[in-house]
């Protein structure tokens, strides 16, 4: 009867820790390779800017918002796992981590299905049939897929490309002209309205967009 050597258990800790570190691996080779196709969908929304094409510019920067907020999203979701798991008291929220993985393994995946190469980039700002069904295709699945905060702040982004564009906006001069103080009222009024002409923009933005999915059944 011979000894056998003593096997390390391994507990369900170590595995979440261990799927965590995979996962934390992972997003950070999709983060780089995201990060180019972001940089070349700036460049499409400004050269269809500079066309006059402000629905495809539009489509080009929700669609990157779309990929850098599924990155932030899935990176402090796992600096929030990492904090949990690390907890003495990890039992009682073993099935609070697990879920978080689960799901955390799901976004993984939207964010892989979002790394198609930058030649669907290019397809944002195509005039042919194949390029106008990808673009309907993009803009169903953003459709409330981001917040109103996210679409502000895409709104904000194509009024600065804009600016560029048109030569409005100063090489290196990014700081905003200092207005002539005005009592809150109005400023909170400037605010509400600012709203509606930004959700306006988007109405205008899906009803462009309607009507090039029914130009070929038109022609």
Same mark, same amino acid.
């Given at each position: 009867?011979?000894?056998?050597?003593?096997?390390?258990?391994?507990?369900?800790?170590?595995?979440?820790?261990?799927?965590?570190?995979?996962?934390?691996?992972?997003?950070?080779?999709?983060?780089?390779?995201?990060?180019?196709?972001?940089?070349?969908?700036?460049a499409v929304a400004k050269e269809c800017l500079s066309r006059g094409d402000?629905?495809?510019?539009?489509?080009?920067?929700?669609?990157?918002?779309?990929?850098?907020?599924?990155?932030?999203?899935?990176?402090?979701?796992?600096?929030?796992?990492?904090?949990?798991?690390?907890?003495?008291?990890f039992a009682l929220v073993q099935k609070d981590v697990v879920f978080g993985l689960q799901r955390g393994t799901m976004?993984?995946?939207?964010?892989?299905?979002?790394?198609?190469?930058?030649?669907?980039?290019?397809?944002?700002?195509?005039?042919?049939?194949?390029?106008?069904?990808?673009?309907?295709?993009? /803009?169903?699945?953003? $459709?409330?897929?981001?917040?109103? @905060? %996210? !679409?502000?702040?895409? +709104?904000?982004?194509?009024? #600065?490309?804009?600016?560029?564009?048109?030569?409005?906006?100063?090489?290196?001069?990014?700081?905003?002209? /200092?207005?002539?103080? $005005?009592?809150?009222?109005?400023? @909170? %009024? !400037?605010?509400?309205? +600012?709203?509606?002409?930004? #959700?306006?923009?988007?109405?205008?933005?899906?009803?462009?967009?309607?009507?090039?999915?029914?130009?070929?059944?038109?022609?």
């Amino acid at each position: 009867m011979g000894n056998t050597p003593s096997t390390h258990k391994i507990s369900a800790q170590d595995r979440a820790i261990l799927d965590m570190k995979i996962q934390r691996d992972k997003l950070h080779q999709y983060q780089n390779r995201i990060t180019i196709i972001t940089t070349r969908e700036t460049a499409v929304a400004k050269e269809c800017l500079s066309r006059g094409d402000k629905s495809k510019a539009l489509l080009a920067l929700r669609r990157k918002k779309y990929q850098e907020s599924l990155l932030a999203k899935t990176d402090a979701q796992l600096e929030t796992l990492e904090k949990l798991t690390s907890s003495v008291e990890f039992a009682l929220v073993q099935k609070d981590v697990v879920f978080g993985l689960q799901r955390g393994t799901m976004v993984l995946k939207q964010i892989r299905a979002e790394m198609g190469g930058v030649e669907n980039v290019e397809k944002l700002m195509g005039e042919n049939e194949e390029a106008r069904a990808y673009q309907r295709e993009i /803009s169903e699945m953003l $459709a409330g897929q981001m917040s109103n @905060e %996210d !679409e502000d702040e895409v +709104e904000d982004e194509l009024d #600065a490309l804009e600016k560029q564009v048109s030569g409005r906006l100063a090489v290196g001069d990014e700081t905003t002209p /200092s207005l002539p103080e $005005a009592p809150k009222s109005e400023i @909170e %009024d !400037e605010r509400v309205q +600012e709203k509606v002409r930004k #959700a306006r923009a988007r109405v205008r933005a899906v009803e462009q967009g309607t009507a090039q999915a029914q130009e070929p059944m038109m022609a």
